[in-house]
């Protein structure tokens, strides 16, 4: 079941299967670059305005699972209408800004946006554009993600299985209710 908080702006209940702190791992795959396993931790949060701001860091893992180095990060804002289109702002670490639109499928929460402007610092690699899928599935979030440059068309690069990173505080709060010795809980 999908939490919804009460300070949420009332336009953002269609993307609250979004909010909260989610980690896992994926594969990268570009040419022109070493194919890798990657870690990620994605960060959905609001202040009750109406857009849910977002973070992402990845970086690559090595054949034990373990942090090599970072892979990319990117910080941005997200907004639905009425409509159940979505819109994203986007900065990247590699110089990039990037705006997306898509929508949010009927009935499923689903999210599927593609790039409608890209900019780009002098610093920064190729690239022309890019396409993602977003999906809650079994109280998972997954998603893929597809990029462009000049030379390479618009392909898969990216993908991964997040899960939902519990707060202990959160379910302890429910503690509260036991009997004082806590046994008769478990009784």
Not at 16 to 36: I, S
Request: net charge negative.
């Amino acid at each position: 079941m999908i939490e919804i908080p009460s300070d949420l702006h009332p336009d953002l209940v269609p993307l609250a299967f979004l909010l909260g702190n989610w980690e896992g791992a994926g594969v990268y795959d570009f040419p022109g670059t070493e194919k890798c396993n990657f870690g990620q931790e994605v960060t959905f949060t609001h202040d009750g305005r109406d857009f849910l701001e977002y973070i992402s860091h990845t970086w690559v893992l090595d054949g034990d699972g373990k942090k090599v180095r970072p892979l990319e990060s990117e910080y941005g804002f997200w907004r639905i209408d009425k409509d159940r289109k979505v819109e994203i702002v986007m900065i990247r670490d590699q110089g990039v800004v990037e705006v997306w639109y898509g929508e949010l499928a009927e009935g499923k929460p689903q999210i599927d946006v593609v790039t409608d402007a890209v900019a780009r610092t002098a610093a920064s690699g190729p690239y022309s554009g890019g396409k993602r899928l977003y999906g809650y599935v079994k109280s998972d979030l997954m998603w893929v993600g597809e990029k462009a440059t000049p030379e390479v068309p618009l392909r898969p690069y990216m993908s991964a299985h997040l899960k939902k990173v519990v707060d202990p505080r959160e379910w302890a709060k429910d503690l509260k209710d036991l009997p004082d010795d806590g046994i008769a809980f478990f009784r």
